[in-house]
């Protein structure tokens, strides 16, 4: 793990405007157990990211998992949303995507 955070600070550091890698780079953090650096990294995913209900996903857990269980609740809600939107407006869902909407169902069911 500590040498995937090199591999992934290194690429940010290379390629700041990639967001998809700051999403990497918050789920390898809350992965890790760095709730500070998680939430700060996904935060800025879902800033230039906020129609990936990837991203919501792992911002949501990463909030639950902090002790913020209403903006878990909201990123959670929004995953699921886009990936409504997404089947309604007939575009192809990954199977990542589809197995994280299928995550933030089961986590707001516990919630």
Known sequence: MAEARTWID????????????????????????DLD??????????KVLP??????????LAWRQAGQPALAHWHLEQAI?????????GLPIPNE????????QEELAKM
């Open 97 to 104: 995507t589809q197995q994280a909407i299928q995550l933030a």
């Open 37 to 46: 650096r998680a939430c700060r990294e996904l935060h800025r995913a879902v």
């Open 81 to 89: 949303e886009l990936g409504q939107s997404m089947v309604q407006t």
């Open 51 to 60: 129609q990936s209900p990837d991203v919501h996903v792992h911002l949501g």
């Open 10 to 33: 290194h690429a940010i550091e290379q390629h700041p405007a990639e967001h998809a890698l700051y999403d990497t780079a918050g789920w390898l953090a809350f992965l890790q157990g």
